[in-house]
């Protein structure tokens, strides 16, 4: 067996890493094979479209390249319809094949890379909308014994940027398939102000979900850097949520920090934000950088290892906590 299978182009951050061994998943049924053949090395991960992990050394056991397709529709009542996706799928196709359809719910959400499969992972999100307002159900695999489970969307444990299979289940098993509910004739999501202000750009007053798709694409277009162009892995911290007290007592040194209230009496602080303010905004380490226009995002300016953006994420994430006494949490997934 091939023991330096390279990464490097099915990671969006472009890391030169390796894995023990890379097996592509068209089925449930080449997923049984795989987790019942000994000669493939423990433990086996999963690998969508790599664009929320950063490869910081080798990776010693078996990466699951998913490759599940498939998409089917199955309308449910008047105004809603089942649609039971493939976890290889790519997102963003998926996002426009629903307005194809005539459904609507994923408008929000497109352009955000990466495979359905993942999606409920993270719980992603954009916008206003997370994709937990569109899960019906997650069909999960399990490692060890290869049984399947349906996970309804409320036993997912989704919260903001997080779910069940980023924690209990975390490296447990592949979820294979996704079904979402979505809807013929549900009221857009305008909400969020940039969409709001590209829509009247364009001259929209009453838009429908498709142009909500476009205005999105055309936002993210403008803001975030191309992975094709500049590696990264979109935003790379969370946004902290901070109890109202703790937020009440920074204001007084910081007045100008933005705040969005986040339930539970906590206020959510924006990572971005703290990271500028931090001076880190548009600097480069090496070969390992801040975006200049995003400070959230995180860069490989050419041939970085993913121990150098772990090592500036890791600077960044002290002088936040000294200056703000925020500890702010990755969002991107560190391999291994
Ligand atoms: C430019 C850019 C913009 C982005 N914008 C957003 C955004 O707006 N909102 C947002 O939420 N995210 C955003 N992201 C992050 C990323 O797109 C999402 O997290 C996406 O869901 C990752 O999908 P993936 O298939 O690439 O997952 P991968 O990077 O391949 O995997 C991520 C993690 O999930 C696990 N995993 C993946 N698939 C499965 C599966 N089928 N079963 C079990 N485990 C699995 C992997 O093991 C890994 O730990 C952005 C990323 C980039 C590069």
Redesign the pocket.
């Known amino acids: 067996m091939d023991t330096t299978v390279s990464l490097r182009t ?4 472009g890391i030169d890493g390796t894995a023990a061994a890379l097996v592509a998943l068209h089925s449930e049924a080449e997923l049984l094979t795989a987790l019942q053949n000994p000669a493939l090395p423990r433990p086996f ?9 950063l490869l910081t050394a080798p990776v010693s056991g078996t990466v699951l390249h ?1 490759k ?1 397709l498939g998409k089917t529709i199955v309308p449910e009542s008047e105004n809603t319809s089942l649609m039971h996706c493939g ?2 799928e790519n ?1 963003h196709q998926t996002v426009l094949y629903s307005l194809q359809q005539g459904l609507s719910g994923m408008e929000n ?1 497109a ?9 409920p ?7 206003g909308v ?2 937990k307002d569109l899960i019906q159900s997650v069909r ?1 695999v399990a490692f060890a014994d290869g049984r399947v489970t349906e996970y309804a969307a409320a036993d997912c444990a989704f919260g903001y ?1 997080d779910s069940i ?2 924690n209990a289940l ?2 447990t ?4 398939q996704v079904t979402f509910r979505l809807f013929r004739n549900a009221a857009v999501n305008v909400r969020y102000g940039a969409i709001g202000d590209e829509l009247q750009k364009a001259g929209i007053t009453e838009p429908n979900s498709q142009q909500v798709a476009e205005a999105v694409m055309r936002i ?1 277009q403008s803001k ?4 094709a162009v500049t590696g ?4 790379f911290f969370k946004n902290p949520t901070l109890p109202l007290a703790q937020y009440e007592a920074l204001q007084k040194t910081f007045p100008e920090l933005p705040h969005y209230p986040a339930g539970d009496g906590r206020v959510k602080i924006p990572a971005g934000w703290l990271i500028e303010h931090s001076g880190w905004k548009g600097k480069i380490a090496g070969r390992a950088g801040v975006h200049p226009f995003q400070a959230l ?1 995180l860069i490989n300016t050419g041939n970085a290892t993913g121990a150098e953006i772990w090592a500036l994420s890791q600077q960044i994430l002290e002088d936040v906590q000294q200056r703000f006494g925020i500890e702010l949490e990755r ?3 560190v ?1 291994p």
């Open positions: 099915l990671n969006t951050f991960r999963v690998l969508g479209g790599g664009s929320n992990i998913n599940m976890g290889g997102w959400l352009l955000i890379p990466g495979t359905v499969g993942a999606a992972i993270q719980n992603i999100g954009a916008y997370e994709v999960f940027r299979f980023k975390r490296g098993g592949m979820i294979t993210r975030l850097p191309d992975p990264n892995a979109g935003s995002v969002e991107v997934q391999w």
